[in-house]
């Protein structure tokens, strides 16, 4: 894969319509979303892209309907308990980003041993799963990050708060994905995306194949970046 492209994140919409349409409830949507997931992590493996953020519950997402979000949750921690071993054997590297404290003691305990068992330097693959995450939490957290580090700064600098950022560890993302047919990015990676490339389809996330995935690629590689200087 061209070096250019070292970070892709995805926002994995229409589980919930793609179930509405077929007279399934939303968890039958939100478990074929599973599959689809596990189809992006093999892509980025096969075209050893290094960083791929998969956006699996944001901090909106609490306010859904009581049952919905049961749903996603156990179907979260299912995913944890079949895909661990796998991408163990993978060298896939596991790392959450988002507020994990408002899951239940036995859903954290799950993410941080997912997290250690797939430790490892140099993996093939980083999979980022942000779960629980708001771009606007993770700028106000970053900055209580930094002042609770350092009560006498007298300036506030870029550099405090990106490196106080959930992906402080990570690259920003060169391109983000949306499924589902909706042109925003509803509070993802407000920080990270100043200068990364946007790609829409109106596909909804369970119908989303490989063949999709290298479409959005290619439609990638045929951008010209200037992040912010004109280069003619």
Do not use: C
């Not at 596991?94 to 250690?116: M, Q």
């Not at 002042?147 to 600098?157: A, C, E, M, R």
Request: avoid cysteine.
């Amino acid at each position: 894969m061209n070096p250019d492209l070292n970070h892709v994140a995805i926002i994995m919409d229409g589980n919930t319509r793609w179930a509405a349409k077929r007279d399934l409830p939303s968890k039958n949507g939100h478990k074929e979303g599973v599959k689809k997931a596990r189809e992006a992590v093999e892509f980025a493996l096969e075209n050893k892209i290094p960083y791929l953020t998969l956006f699996a519950f944001s901090t909106e997402n609490w306010l859904r309907d009581e049952i919905e979000v049961k749903d996603l949750i156990s179907i979260f921690f299912e995913a944890l308990e079949d895909q661990t071993p796998e991408l163990i054997n993978e060298q896939v590297k596991l790392n959450f980003i988002g507020d994990i404290t408002r899951f239940s003691k036995r859903l954290i305990n799950k993410i941080d041993k997912s997290s250690k068992a797939t430790e490892i330097n140099n993996p093939k693959l980083n999979l980022i799963i942000a779960v629980s995450y708001g771009g606007k939490w993770d700028i106000v957290n970053a900055v209580n990050k930094s002042n609770s580090k350092s009560n006498q700064k007298t300036k506030f600098t870029e550099k405090d708060l990106e490196e106080n950022l959930e992906t402080s560890d990570f690259p920003n993302p060169d391109l983000i994905i949306r499924t589902g047919g909706e042109k925003r990015l509803s509070n993802f990676y407000l920080w990270q995306s100043s200068y990364s490339e946007l790609y829409f389809s109106n596909r909804l996330w369970p119908d989303f194949t490989k063949k999709d995935l290298k479409k959005a690629i290619e439609d990638f590689f045929n951008r010209k970046r200037k992040f912010g200087i004109e280069t003619g």
